[in-house]
C-alpha cells in the first residue's frame, strides 16, 4: 500500500499518512521512504487502521484503503470515516478488494456514492466520495 503514498508524493502531494499493523511491513515502508527522501513528508504508524484514522485530525484528499480481503475492515474503515471530520466533499477513497459485490452490499447504506469501479487481475477497485 505505501508505493501508493509514495507515488502521490512523488506526484506533487504535501504529505503521505501511511499506516500497516505488521512490524515487518512496516520497517519496508521505512526503507522505501528513506530511498525515496519524502521522510519530511511521511508519517508512518505501526498500528492497527482504527487507531491511524482516530490519530487524523486533517481534512484529506486520499483515502486508499486495501485491507486483508475477505475481512471486514473496508466497512469498518468507512464507518468510522463517517464519524469523523476529516474528509472534504472532494476527498476521494479508493477501496480495493477481491469480491465488490460483497463490499457493494456491505456499503450500500452508508452515506458514500460509487464515482467509479475497475478491475486489475483479481483485484476489485472501487472510487468513493461522500454523498
Known amino acids: 500500500m505505501e ?16 499506516c500497516d499493523k505488521s512490524k515487518e511491513a512496516i520497517q519496508i515502508i521505512k526503507t522505501n521512504v528513506e530511498k525515496t527522501h519524502f521522510q519530511e513528508k511521511t508519517e508512518i504508524y ?3 487502521f482504527e487507531k491511524c484514522l482516530s490519530n487524523i485530525k486533517e481534512e484529506v484528499d486520499i ?5 486483508p480481503y475477505e475481512t ?9 470515516l463517517e464519524k ?7 476527498t476521494k477513497i479508493i477501496l480495493e478488494t477481491n469480491n465488490e459485490q460483497r463490499i457493494i452490499n456491505q456499503i ?4 458514500f456514492e460509487i464515482i467509479d469501479k475497475r ?8 472510487f468513493l466520495k461522500k454523498e
Open 3 to 18: 508505493q501508493y503514498g509514495l507515488e502521490a508524493l512523488s506526484r506533487g502531494a504535501e504529505k503521505a499518512i501511511l
Open 46 to 48: 505501526n498500528t492497527d
Open 63 to 67: 483515502i486508499y484503503i486495501d485491507p
Open 72 to 80: 471486514d475492515y473496508i466497512l469498518k474503515s468507512l464507518q468510522i
Open 84 to 90: 469523523l471530520k476529516i474528509l472534504k466533499k472532494e
Open 108 to 111: 450500500e447504506k452508508l452515506k
Open 119 to 126: 478491475k486489475y487481475g483479481i483485484a476489485h477497485i472501487i
